[in-house]
T-cell receptor, first 110, second 113 residues
Framework: GQNIDQPTEMTATEGAIVQINCTYQTSGFNGLFWYQQHAGEAPTFLSYNVLDGLEEKGRFSSFLSRSKGYSYLLLKELQMKDSASYLCAVRSGGYQKVTFGTGTKLQVIP | DSGVTQTPKHLITATGQRVTLRCSPRSGDLSVYWYQQSLDQGLQFLIQYYNGEERAKGNILERFSAQQFPDLHSELNLSSLELGDSALYFC????????????FGPGTRLTVL
């Protein structure tokens, strides 16, 4: 089976930097995704990592270490609109099924 | 707007009833995924179709079934509904079965009374 762990909640200050961690245990790993989901809305794609290292995309960066089963999402220059849940998802298996973690609810405060 | 459409947006029904949720994928996408998201829970993968064929199955109850039609739209059928089936049901699509990105529709909020 698969196991994906993320902190349940985090709070950070507007303008600051926050790092959301994700650890996973799976067989046949084939990529890790980060999605953003505002309450009651659909998840939207943020990033995808399949190789070790850092992927940067504007204010958001995502890091992956396959050997450690670890990823993080880094959000810089936080804005109030960044308050949302951040979902870590792992793709694995022969049919490349994607399994989502329960998400980290981030609250950005002034 | 992701390009994935879902109908209806809201659905209220009673226990024991049956409902059908509909999804139209983005133009050109061959793969469709269904997810259930209950209050304060993560996205639970239900089932995936690729070009009309079932590709992967997750935690889908026997009371639930789905299909993908030749025009690539998909329907999720939920029967003998229980209170615990109340949730947001999302459909997502991707170009191929193992694509990098899934694009999510706006979801159908199902309330079972």
């Amino acid at each position: 089976g698969q196991n994906i762990d993320q902190p349940t909640e985090m709070t950070a200050t507007e303008g600051a930097i926050v790092q959301i961690n994700c650890t996973y245990q799976t067989s046949g790993f084939n990529g890790l995704f980060w999605y953003q989901q505002h309450a009651g809305e659909a998840p939207t794609f943020l990033s995808y990592n399949v190789l070790d290292g850092l992927e940067e995309k504007g204010r958001f960066s995502s890091f992956l270490s396959r050997s450690k089963g670890y990823s993080y999402l880094l959000l810089k220059e936080l804005q109030m609109k960044d308050s949302a849940s951040y979902l870590c998802a792992v793709r694995s298996g022969g049919y490349q099924k994607v399994t989502f973690g329960t998400g980290t609810k981030l609250q950005v405060i002034p | 707007d992701s390009g994935v459409t879902q109908t209806p947006k809201h659905l209220i029904t009673a226990t024991g009833q049956r409902v059908t949720l509909r999804c139209s994928p983005r133009s050109g996408d061959l793969s469709v995924y269904w997810y259930q998201q209950s209050l304060d829970q993560g996205l639970q993968f239900l089932i995936q179709y690729y070009n009309g064929e079932e590709r992967a199955k997750g935690n889908i109850l026997e009371r639930f079934s789905a299909q993908q039609f030749p025009d690539l739209h998909s329907e999720l059928n939920l029967s003998s509904l229980e209170l615990g089936d109340s949730a947001l049901y999302f459909c997502a699509s991707s170009v191929v079965a193992g694509a990098d990105t899934q694009y999510f529709g706006p979801g159908t909020r199902l309330t079972v009374l």
